[in-house]
C-alpha cells in the first residue's frame, strides 16, 4: 500500500490548550483507519485538519507528498461525512446528492447517472426524490455519504458518523460502511470513540487521548499488546496491575511470581501488567495461583462478569461458569495471558474494579455526542 | 385485575387532564379578553362603519294652502352644503310653493345613522384616494425593497461575526427604537428641512440649497429608517440559526463564495426575509405620521387620508369613510401577506410574524 496521506509534527493550540501535540501519521492508500479516542483526544480537530477547516499551529500535512497547507478544502482530495450529516434542508435527496455536481456545471445526463450509482451504492434508489426531513437517522446518514463520494474523492473523512445512531441500526452501519469503503476502493479515515466500533471496522486503529497518539496498529495489536495503561483500558476490559520485572520472561505482582513471554525489560524494572477478564481460568482454591473473594457476579448473556477481591484488588474475570458471591476461588493465569508494558503517564490512572467506570464511559460519550433530537432536526 | 386496576385510573387520569387543561384555558383567559376587547371587537368597528352610512339632512314640513308637505333634503358637504335658509327655499320649490306662502312647522339638521350602503366603498375608489392608494403603495415597495438592500448584507455579516460583537451590534439597531418613532421622525424633518443640519453643511461649502423635505425620497427615507429594524431582524435570527457544518459541508463539496451564497444562504433564509418584508411592508403602506412630517402635509398617503377623514366633523360621514379605507388596506395587506407567505416554506422555522 502506497503512502497517502502523511502528518509530520501536527500541533495546534486553542486557547492556550495544546489538543494537538506533535502528531505524526502516515496514513496508506486504500486503508481504513480509525481515530479513537475519549471526547477532547484531538480526533477531530486531525480529521479536521485533514479536511482543510482546521491550519494547523505546527506541522504540515502532505498529499502524495505535495504539502498542502495553502490548499483550501474544496481543492483536496477528501471529502467529509459531518458529525450531524450537515444535509442541506432545503433540497430534496436527489439534489443533496447532486450538490457537487451542479457547483461544476457537469451535464444533466451524467449528473442523473451518477447519482443513481450514488444512491445505489448507499442503497437509497426509491428515495430520490425525498425531502431530507422526511428521512431517518441511517437514511440521512447515507445520502451524506453519497453526496461526499459524488466527486469522487481519494479519501472519505467521517466524524462520528454513527454516533446519532441507535445501536442496531450502528452495526448495521458499521457493515455497510466497510462494504462501501471496499466497493469504493478510496481510503477511509473514521474517527469514533467507540472502540468497539474501531476494532470491528478497521485495518489500522490509532488510539489517541491527550492530544498525542498513544498507539498505532491492527485491531488485534491494539487489543493483544496495549502500549500503555490506557491503551489497555481504553480498549476493552482489563485488568492493570503493578508489577515488577525480575527477569527476563519472569515477573512479580499481586504478591506472587509469575512467568510470562516478555522480555528485554531491565532487572527489577518497575511495569504495568495488564491481564484481560477473558484470559483468566477460575479454578478451585487450591489450585489456584491467586486466590480471592468473589464479591459480585453478573450475568451477560455469553459469560458471567465476575468481581473477585485479591488482597483488596478487585479483579474482573470473565467466565463461562457460574460461580456465587461470597464462594472462595483460585485464580490460574496462562503466562501468554500476561501481558506487560512500560511505565507510562497513565500508570496508576487505571486500576481495578472497585468502582464501575461504564457509567463514566457513557457520560463521556454522551458529552462528546449531540442528543439524537438535534440530530433529527 | 388488572382490568379493574386500569378501569380505575383511566378516569381519574382523564379527570387531571381535564384540570390542567382548564388551568391552562384560566391562564388563556385574559389574553383572550384582551383579543377579544381590542382586536376582535375594534375590527368588527371598522366592518360596520364602512358599511354603514352617517349623513346629515334637514327634516323640512311646512303647510301652504292647507295642505301639509314633508320632505327630507341631504345638507351636503364642502360647497354643496346648504343652509338652512337655503334648504327652505328648496323643499318649497320642489313642490312648486312660493316660499312666502309656506308656513313652516318643522326646520332641523337630523343625522342618520347605521343604514347599510356601499356608499362608503364607493367613495375608497374616487380619484383622489386612487392616487394615494397607489403612493402608499409605491412608497411602501420602495422602502421596502431598500430596506432589504440594506439588511441582508448587513444581517449575513452579523450571524457571522463574533458573539461580542454581535451583542454590540445589536445594540446598536435596537437603540434608536428606545426612542419614541414621533421624536425621531421628527428630528428627520429638523435634518431634512431648507435651513436644517444638511443645507447648512451645504451653504458652508458654498453649495446651493436642496429641498428634500417634502419629496417622496424624503418620506421613504423616513419609512426605511423606522422600519430597516424589523427587516434585520427576522433575517438575522434565521441566518444564524444556519449550522456553521452546513457551510463546511457546501466547502467541502466546492462552493466558492458566491456560490455559497446563492445555493445555500439564500435559500434557506427565505422565511426571514418573507417575514422582514411583511414587517416593513405592512407598517408602511398604513402610515401617516412619516409621510405628513417629512413631506410637510404636501404628500397624501392612504394613511393621511384616512386619518384626516376620521377627523371630519361627526355627521358628514367621513369616519364611515375612513373606515372602508382602512377595511380596503386591511384586505390590501392580508392579501400580500399570504401572497408573500406562499413564497416560503411549508415549515416556516424562521416565521417571526
Known sequence: MERFIELRGISKIYDGEKVLDNIDLDIHDKEFITLLGPSGCGKTTTLRIIAGFVTPDEGNVYFNGQEVSEVPPYKRPVNTVFQRYALFPHLNVFENVAFALRLRKTPKAEVEKRVREML?????????????????????????????????????????PLAALDAKLRKDMQVELRRIQRET??????????????LSMSDTVVVMANGRIQQIGSPI?????????????????????????????RCRF?????????????????????????????????????????????????????????????????????????????????????????????SGMFGDYSTFSDEMDEENAANELPSDGEAEN | MTGAAQGGKAPSLAARRERTSLGVKLLNAPYLLWSVIFIVVPILMVVFYA?????????????????????????????EALTLEEAKEKAAERYGVALSEAEFTRATLEIRSGGFTLENLRQVWSPSSRHAMLLSFLYSFAATAISLVIAYPFAYVLSRSGAKSQRIQMLLIMLPMWMNMLVRTYSWQQILENNGIINKVFAFFGLGQATMLGTPGAVILGMVYNYLPYMILPIYTVMSKIDVSLLEAADDLG??????????????????????????FVPSISTF?????????????????????????????????????????????????????????????????
Open chain 1, 221 to 249: 495489536d491494539i487489543y493483544n499488546e496495549p502500549q500503555n495503561a490506557f491503551v489497555a483500558d481504553f480498549i476493552g476490559e482489563s485488568n492493570i496491575l503493578d508489577g515488577v520485572m525480575l527477569a527476563d520472561r
Open chain 1, 185 to 198: 476502493g478510496i481510503t477511509f479515515i473514521f474517527v469514533t470513540h467507540d472502540q468497539e466500533e474501531a
Open chain 2, 255 to 280: 462552493c466558492n463564495g458566491f456560490q455559497k451564497l446563492c445555493r445555500l444562504i439564500l435559500p434557506l433564509s427565505v422565511p426571514g426575509v418573507i417575514s422582514g418584508l411583511i414587517m416593513v
Open chain 1, 120 to 160: 445505489e451504492l448507499v442503497r437509497l434508489e426509491s428515495f430520490a426524490k425525498r425531502g431530507i426531513d422526511k428521512l431517518s437517522g441511517g437514511q440521512q446518514q447515507r445520502v451524506a455519504i453519497a453526496r461526499a463520494l459524488i466527486s469522487r474523492p481519494k479519501c472519505l473523512l467521517l466524524d462520528e
Open chain 2, 289 to 353: 405620521y412619516i409621510s405628513q412630517k417629512m413631506s410637510n402635509g404636501m404628500i397624501k398617503l392612504v394613511g393621511d387620508l384616512i386619518e384626516s377623514k376620521i377627523k371630519d366633523q361627526w355627521g358628514s360621514g367621513g369616519l364611515n369613510v375612513g373606515a372602508a379605507m382602512s377595511l380596503v388596506l386591511m384586505v390590501i395587506i392580508l392579501v400580500c401577506t399570504f401572497v408573500m407567505n406562499r413564497f416560503s416554506d411549508e415549515d416556516g422555522g424562521g416565521m417571526v410574524v
Open chain 1, 254 to 346: 499481586a504478591r506472587t511470581n509469575f512467568d510470562c513471554l516478555d522480555a528485554g525489560f531491565a532487572p527489577n524494572e518497575p511495569v504495568d501488567i495488564v491481564i484481560r477478564p477473558e484470559d483468566v481460568d477460575v479454578v478451585p482454591p487450591e489450585r489456584g495461583m491467586l486466590r480471592g473473594t468473589v464479591t459480585a457476579v453478573t450475568f451477560k448473556g455469553v459469560h458471567y462478569e465476575i468481581i473477585v477481591d485479591i488482597d483488596g484488588f478487585k479483579w474482573m474475570i470473565q467466565s463461562t461458569d457460574f460461580v456465587a458471591a461470597g464462594e472462595n476461588i483460585g485464580l490460574y493465569i496462562e503466562p501468554d495471558a500476561i501481558h506487560v508494558m512500560k511505565k507510562s503517564e497513565f
Open chain 2, 51 to 79: 358599511f354603514s352610512e352617517t349623513a346629515s339632512y334637514y327634516a323640512i314640513s311646512f303647510s301652504a294652502g292647507g295642505q301639509e308637505y314633508s320632505c327630507e333634503l341631504p345638507a351636503g358637504e364642502g360647497e
